[in-house]
């Protein structure tokens, strides 16, 4: 699934699948999978009551305890239910309540293992709790994949590419000379080589907000809570990707030449 995520959201590789899940606010496939399970345990019974003769009662009345059988207690137990002969345990009324331990615990796990550099949680952007607004709001696909990535933490940058290199942290300074690491604050909100379009996409956000260009504003400005800003946020990494893709390119010209 997270490779599926990552074709459509167009980011890179260093964007791990918990960080996908979590601006997408997707479950993991273990937990759908679990979900399917609990929802057949649920079922079970109710068709056993249903149905008149065929070996569908057999089940239930089966004492083996199987691996499988025993994988499955394991698991209701894990969530807080007491579960001492697995299959046959679980009612239909406590289907609703399982599914809710099953998606906290999913969430813990998710948010936990999402907090790495290219991460919406690295930027202090608040995990999703379904597919963000701005993926129906903005109707260019390139636009939406560049504010995926911005919120992603993902944006071509020297810090990016010293992920890639090996290049220690202190040394991933931006091109424009002022000594700063490019990381994404710096891009959005300092950088001299990208005036014209923050003035022109990112200045009227910050007024509009009503808050100062500081560090911690990035998470504001690309929480998605303004169908407006988030569609001038999209355009200015568009706008990055766009001239940082140019500069890659020229500088590989003369190369294949």
């Known amino acids: 699934m997270q490779n599926l995520l990552r074709i459509l959201a167009g980011t890179p590789r260093c964007v ?21 399970i609990f929802n057949f345990c649920a079922w079970l019974p ?14 239930l009345q089966d004492n083996h305890i199987s691996p499988r059988r025993k994988r499955l207690s394991a698991r209701l137990t894990s969530l807080g239910f007491s579960s001492p002969s697995g299959i ?21 796990s998710t948010t936990s293992r999402a907090r790495r550099t290219c991460s919406g ?21 390139h636009l939406r994949k ?4 911005a919120r992603t933490n993902s944006l071509p940058s020297a810090i990016l590419t010293g992920r890639f290199q090996g290049t220690p942290f202190s040394m991933r300074l931006c091109s424009c000379q002022s000594g700063a690491l ?13 005036d014209e379009e923050r003035a022109r996409f990112v200045a009227p ?15 504001i400005l690309l929480a998605d809570i303004h169908p407006g800003i988030s569609l001038q946020m999209a355009r200015f990494a568009a706008a990055v990707i766009k001239k940082k893709e140019q500069n890659d390119s020229s500088r590989t010209e003369p190369l294949n030449n």
């Not at 399982?98 to 969430?107: H, I, P, Q, S, T």
């Not at 560049?146 to 990535?149: E, K, N, P, Y």
């Not at 910050?206 to 911690?216: D, F, K, R, Y």
Request: glycine share 6%; with cysteine.
């Open 121 to 141: 949680l690295a930027l202090g952007i608040p995990p999703s709790e379904g597919i963000p607004s701005y993926c129906y709001n903005i109707s260019s696909e």
């Open 88 to 108: 046959a345990i679980l009612k239909p009324e406590s289907l609703t309540e399982v599914k809710m331990c099953l998606a906290r615990l999913d969430f813990a």
């Open 146 to 149: 560049a504010l995926t990535r």
């Open 182 to 194: 490019e990381t994404i604050d710096h891009t959005f909100l300092s950088c001299l080589l990208w």
């Open 16 to 36: 791990a699948g918990p960080a996908l899940r979590t601006e997408f606010g997707q479950s993991s496939t273990e937990m759908k999978a679990w979900k399917r």
């Open 205 to 219: 956000a910050l007024a509009e907000l009503n808050i100062p260009s500081q560090p911690w504003a990035i998470s």
């Open 46 to 59: 109710i068709a056993v009551d249903d149905t008149h003769g065929g070996f569908t009662h057999l089940v």
